[in-house]
């Protein structure tokens, strides 16, 4: 594939190759005799939690000088204080390092909360994934493939919140086939708004790939109780693809679909600003961090240590047991590059959004 982050999602052969300093893996001992913090912007016990914490026990083995890791929950403003902290508190020794969801969507989306630069922090590797989307079979007047959406009535769609990336890409979804639809958002986390889909208060959601694959595809998909109708894709600049894990999901992803519906991709502010919140939600839907500054051996080191991991049997083995899936990481200059030119989007764009966004807080809820 062209993208140099779909062929690290296919195989860490190419990565390994990638250097990110001069500084080699043999010499660099920079963490000897070191405490590194895995600093967290969730609470424990979430997705966002198990993965730094799996990272942190099994990164240790290929980091030089085997430092102490300790992960650090910071929570609080869906994100934004652990992601202030590094960039305006943390020491810049390379002994803190960033573990963060939607550090990415509140920065490229103008968040105003946001008090540092994202670009200006070091950028240590990115760790994509996708979401689902996925509905009711018994939506009138009922849906058995994907297509039967477009006559759907009646429907609400939900989410956790409206600023949240995963609320905004399906509401732009929906939006952008000019399906109508009544929007509620609010559930304290993803167990509640399956279980509101269960119970019928809403019709339709999305779920990140781990939760999807241990919980919504055993108990909804598999039941018949919901389908699948599309994932969200890659998307590069230049062309859009499979993410790997969602590769036997019985659908589309969401461009493909909507192409093979009205015959060309759609035009216009709601598409660029869809395609800026899909890569938030995709290939950055994890970020790891250094605060600015930071020293390149520690760069080095931690990039090298996350490739190396990649290929650990062990971590691979515990990662599939509790989730289904294992997660990856991206180191690449390409990646970074894609990561700056995100999170900068037009002003134009970033004025849809935002705009965009505080009308998913006037529509939440009403009929």
């Not at 969730?42 to 799996?54: I, K, N, Q, S």
């Not at 461009?255 to 995709?282: C, D, H, I, Q, S």
């Not at 180191?331 to 965009?356: C, G, H, Q």
């Amino acid at each position: 594939m062209k993208n140099s982050l779909l062929r690290a999602a296919v195989g860490a052969a190419g990565l390994l190759a990638l250097q990110c300093s001069t500084v080699t893996a043999q010499t660099n001992e920079f963490y000897k005799g070191k405490t590194l913090t895995f600093l967290i912007n969730f609470t424990p016990g979430g997705p966002t939690d198990f993965e730094a914490r799996l990272a942190a026990r099994h990164i240790v083995k290929y980091i030089p000088g085997a430092p102490t890791i300790v992960p650090r929950n910071m929570p609080g403003g869906a994100g934004i204080i652990g992601l202030n902290w590094l960039g305006q508190v943390a020491p810049r020794d390379g002994t803190a390092m960033g573990f963060f969801t939607g550090a990415a969507s509140k920065s490229a989306m103008g968040d105003p909360g946001i008090k540092v630069d994202i670009t200006k922090l070091g950028f240590v590797a990115s760790g994509p994934g996708t979401s689902v989307a996925y509905i009711r079979k018994d939506v009138p007047p009922g849906i058995n493939k994907p297509e039967d959406i477009l006559r759907a009535k009646d429907f609400w769609a939900g989410g956790l919140s409206p600023e949240a990336d995963k609320d905004v890409r399906i509401r732009m979804q929906l939006d952008l086939l000019g399906i109508p639809y009544k929007y509620i958002s609010g559930f304290r986390g993803s167990a509640e708004a399956r279980l509101a889909l269960q119970r019928g208060e809403v019709n339709m959601t999305a779920e990140s790939m781990p939760t999807y694959r241990a919980s919504i595809e055993p108990n909804i998909i598999n039941t018949g109780e919901g389908i699948p109708l599309w994932y969200d894709p890659y998307d590069d600049g230049k062309e859009f693809s499979t993410p790997p894990e969602a590769a036997n999901i019985p659908a589309e992803h969401f461009p493909a679909f909507y192409k093979r519906l009205k015959g060309e991709y759609p035009k216009g502010e709601m598409w660029e600003a869809f395609r800026v919140v899909n890569n938030v939600g995709t290939l950055f839907l994890r970020t790891l961090h250094l605060p600015p500054d930071s020293p390149p051996e520690a760069m080095a080191a931690l990039k090298d240590g996350l490739l190396k991991m990649q290929q650990d049997e062990e971590y691979k083995a515990e990662a599939m047991k509790a989730m289904q899936y294992v997660p990856r990481y991206v180191t690449d200059k390409n990646t970074e590059e894609i990561f700056v030119r995100t999170m900068s989007p037009p002003a134009n764009i970033r004025a849809f959004l935002r705009d965009y966004i505080e009308k998913g807080q006037k529509d939440n809820g009403r009929r």
